[in-house]
């Protein structure tokens, strides 16, 4: 059996942008048809979600504390100079 690809996404709770991305990254093998029209075989999709299950996710990335992100302001590696005075002005 083929599926198209809203059959596909419909079918992976997934978007039809998500499945063409696929398609055109290789990780989900499809036959063309005409111009615009892409089919997937029933035995491909298979293989795509038992591949996609065992792929481990990816760690999730705690951001950086911030010290470690604020650097003071540089030019051609020179500090430059930065006028507070009027900005500590308003503030009184």
Known sequence: MMYTVKEVSKRLSISLALVYRE???GNLPARRFGKRTYRVSEADLD???????????Q????PRSVSTVA????????FKHIDVSR???SRS
């Open 59 to 62: 760690p999730v990335r705690t």
């Open 71 to 78: 650097r003071p302001a540089t030019l051609n590696g020179k």
């Open 23 to 25: 398609i055109h990254a």
């Open 87 to 89: 900005w500590l002005d």
């Open 47 to 57: 293989q795509y979600l038992c591949k996609s299950r065992a792929q481990p996710t």
